[in-house]
């Protein structure tokens, strides 16, 4: 069963759009929540095709947009409301994955039924990988963490770093997107709500306090963050399981539009390594 853009709305917050993936049997299946990158959003590349993988698999797959991501409801791909993005931080992402597991395991959640609430994995890509890792040193909720070339330090993205007396003074710093070439507002609030937070926001500090297991899978040729950033995190958590995926990138060879009907080789492995981490 396939259930795309549904809405979690919430009071004083902006609603989150997700997606459901699973086999509508009365049976509980282990959830499992993917959180996007930077620039990312649940519908990119061959997220779909993962998300029919997982449900294949027999597992509840969730994943979604993050509030302020600049996706909207009507139109949940790419970034129609820029100026939602330039307001997105750290600590929204945070509290977007709160939300979006406490709704999911509530009665609220039409399909409840289905979902093994004392089975919750998450999968978090990219800039999502750093999110994934702060929630489940604070969440004991979460039972299983995998990051998929997860970044290892907010302080050193160029999100939180670059001139920042111009930032200040402009109030805003724009990011180019290649592919859409939009160009990609940070209100200077994101460095405010960093620095505010940096303790909680410390990657390295709940890495080293994770006591669940966690997979941490990167590409060894990841241009976009380095494979040093996996081996950072391996390092903190010697009790993690760090697979290595040789000649390819922080995409794992998949693109966006992906035309195709099977994902790339190099994603399968990721994903089958990863169905095969959460089950056993």
């Known amino acids: 069963m396939i259930n795309k853009n549904l809405v979690l709305r919430r009071e004083n917050n902006k609603p989150i759009v997700w997606d459901a993936f699973f086999n509508n049997d009365n049976n509980k299946k282990p959830l499992v929540i993917f959180c996007h990158g930077y620039k990312g959003f649940k519908d990119w590349g061959a997220w779909d095709l993962v998300a029919e993988a997982f449900m294949k698999a027999n597992l509840f797959y969730v994943k979604f947009n993050f509030s302020h991501n600049g996706g909207t409801v009507e139109q949940p791909i790419d970034f129609p409301d820029l100026e939602a993005f330039a307001e997105n931080n750290y600590s929204k992402e945070l509290e977007d994955l709160d939300a979006m597991i406490s709704f999911l395991i509530s009665e609220e959640n039409e399909f409840s039924n289905q979902i093994d609430t004392n089975d919750i994995s998450v999968i978090g890509h990219s800039r999502g990988g750093g999110i994934s890792i702060l929630k489940t040193k604070e969440d004991q909720r ?50 405010l709500d960093f620095k505010a937070n940096e ?82």
């Not at 995998?146 to 111009?166: C, H, N, P």
């Not at 592919?179 to 994101?190: D, G, I, L, S, V």
């Not at 006591?211 to 903190?236: C, F, G, M, R, T």
């Open 199 to 280: 303790q909680r926001l410390n990657i390295e500090n709940a890495e080293k306090n994770i006591n669940v297991p966690h997979l941490i899978i990167h590409a060894k040729e990841d241009p976009s963050v380095l494979y040093q950033e996996a081996l950072n995190l391996h390092q903190w958590n010697p009790k993690s399981e760090l697979f290595t995926i040789e000649n390819s990138n922080h995409v794992f060879d998949a693109k966006h539009p992906w035309t195709e009907s099977k994902m790339p080789s190099n994603l399968e492995k990721v994903v089958n390594k990863t169905v095969d981490f959460i089950k056993h």
């Open 142 to 191: 979460i039972k299983k963490l995998i990051t998929w070339a997860s970044v290892s330090s907010f302080g050193k993205r160029t999100s939180t770093t670059g001139d920042l007396e111009q930032w200040e003074k402009d109030g805003v710093k724009y990011v180019l997107n290649g592919r859409t070439k939009q160009k990609m507002p940070h209100n200077f609030q994101f460095y």
